[in-house]
């Protein structure tokens, strides 16, 4: 009992947390964006954008390997 009562409340969540993301991710234009600007991610290359989350570590990872590159040759 307690099992569906949980999943009836993670989907009532679920589907009050899609009717609210409505903006799409202005990188990728795949992956909406959270209702609460902060909660994803800022773009590194402007610093005022907000992205996804897996595009603002995409990102990440692309800096970090640019910058070993730049170290270690």
Known sequence: MLGNNLRDHYN???KKFESECTE???R???VTLHPT???NAL???DNKTYICSPCGRQQAMND???RL???HG
Do not use: D, W
């Open 12 to 14: 009532a969540l679920r």
């Open 24 to 26: 799409i991710c202005p």
């Open 28 to 30: 990728c234009n795949q």
């Open 37 to 39: 600007q902060v909660m």
């Open 43 to 45: 773009c590194r290359r």
């Open 64 to 66: 970090y390997a640019s």
């Open 69 to 71: 590159k730049e170290t």
